[in-house]
């Protein structure tokens, strides 16, 4: 017989980004514990408020069948003396199971024979079961941060006040700190505090509708959605998208409800980002613009609980707003009285990484400026060779794009850095493209953001990157395991979706060397250098290989990124064209004929001389003539193929190696006893070898169709 089991966590208000992951992770480890408890069930559900995370899981076994495990205990061969009597390892073993000696018997085994026992396990009550896991259950509920109060031994995310836990309609009791579960839930707060009898997941949800909560926060951004829709609608223009906005207040609402609010028409010359910025961050509201892109003098917002007078709640809102866009226009007025220029001596005064001056590196912002100009020009003239005015426009963008950190402004809003500087520039006189390459300085700011359009902002976004990795890379501020405290896997990446999204054919390896070259003293980059680059090309090298393995077979990746990828571009097609060959037919025996070709290349390189070339006069076999022929024809429309950078067809020759290769190592003996033909056989398969290896080493492919 199945069952549902329902599992509700009632909290002091969670903050809004924990909700989410403690959903996955309850909903996780409760199908993780059924499945070690050989437990079957069906579809599971995971919702969550502010003040609940809840789990229910239908169909769940009310016990657990029984079942003989057989375990595997010590060799055969030690199991009993010489007059057959059980050894003090065999009788440990059957002690430790509870079965008597004389139950034991032998099982093969890959490493032979072994003692064995049969253990049988008489199922149990799921409900008596539950009783005993769900307290581990709940406080293995992963949380960024959890807490302790009262005289609590149990952390969680915050205070737990109640737990309501059932299983076929009756309670689950068990004690989880000073709370014991049971059977009830609370509704809304403040609309509807009353306790709630529950008894089974759907009337859960309808009894908790009616007390103002909407469990599922699918339901609250619907309904958040809708009321957007309705207010812009009444203001007369449309929402600024904000996708992330609307998952944080469905976290932060029970029973969201909006409003429309006004803003005083004055505060809108301030530049759009810090209108949002005031608006978003700090009060959760939504901003309104026209169909032309212009804000409106209007704002979204919404509450949690319903009130009378909804007037009286929008216009605490709106004195709230008004307050933070008079300091950001007084903040405004004030950094506009000194241009940009005159703020770089501030810079000294900026700590941009301490560490650095422990090993005699400029530590401060003003530092930092210095090897960005250097290094921003340096990306110029290798990315832009032909346009020298890329070049001037990179430096000045450089030397301008730190300066906004000591700015009123950027100090009260950190996340428009560079932002705020462009803005100054154009109103400092800069030159559009200088202006613009310093608002594009951070970007890609994540994943999904957009990269630098601009050469000069190109180049400024690259050094920006570059040099933050150089710098932390020659003080071993390493990321290790989930630890990235300076944002250098972001970095990296970002690097190479700019090389991509701008189509950029730079060698990544050139723009390393430059970077740390920039970020250390000559002596430094003489003692340490080259160390430095292979280490930060090895943390580009795992970067650009975690994202090709989305996307295509991670043993065709190793093998493009074995054969190099110091150019990124170049690297991306050579993956997408050999997985498109591979898609067509089956490179596995091509890749064990390749890591035979290198096994025994590498176990006689000392046969090999330098210059050796395969002589088809001195070829005896017919096998081994086919190949040679074949091989001469590959190598010279490969030179064409990747002359043109043509992975496609180049690749496509391996098809074509299958059967003289198959032919080849069944019928000619490579290590001929005559000198002669065994270095000629030799230099037949280095020269197959050496035609791909700067296209990928096909030993590693090693997967079928």
Sequence with gaps: MESQLFLEIGTEELPARFIQPAMDGLARLLTERLAELHLAHGEVHAVGTPRRVTVWIDDVSDRQEDREEVKVGPPARIAYDKEGNPSRAAQGFARTNGVEVGDLFETETPRGPYLAARIQHKGRATAELLAEELPAVIDAIPFKKSMRWGHETVAFGRPVRWICALYAGEAVTFEYGDVTSGTITYGHRVMAPAAIEVTDAQHYQAALYEAHVIVDPADRRAIIREELAGLAQQAGGRVVEDEELIHEVANLTEDPWGGLGSIDPENLKLPREVLISSMRKHQRYFALEDEGGALLPHFAVFNNTRVRDPAVVIYGNERVLKARLHDGTFFYAEDRKRPLGDRLDDLKRVTFLGELGKKGLGPTSYDRT???????????????????????????????????????????????????????????????????????????????????????GVCLALADKLEKIAVCFAVKLIPTGNKDPYGLRRAALGVLKTLEARDLDLNLRELVDASVATALTDALYAEGGAEDVAAIMGFFEARLRSELVGDHRSDIVDAVMAAGFDRPRHARLRVAALSDIAREADLAPIGEAFKRINNILQRNADQIPADAEFNAAHAQQEQERALGELAADIRGSMREHLGRGDYRDALSHLTRLQEPLEDFFNEVMVMADDETLRTNRLALLEGLRSMFEAVADVSRIHVGT
């Design 370 to 456: 210095q090897r960005l100009i250097a290094l921003a020009e340096r990306v110029a003239a290798i990315a832009y060779p032909e346009q020298s005015d890329v070049a001037s426009q990179a430096r000045r963008a450089a030397e301008l794009s730190k300066t906004d950190l000591t700015t009123l402004m950027v100090g009260e809003f950190p996340d428009l850095q560079g932002t705020i500087g462009a803005y100054y520039a154009r109103a400092d006189g800069e030159p559009d493209a200088v202006a613009t390459a310093i608002g594009e300085q951070y970007m890609p700011r994540g994943v999904d953001d957009d990269t630098a359009s601009t050469p000069a």
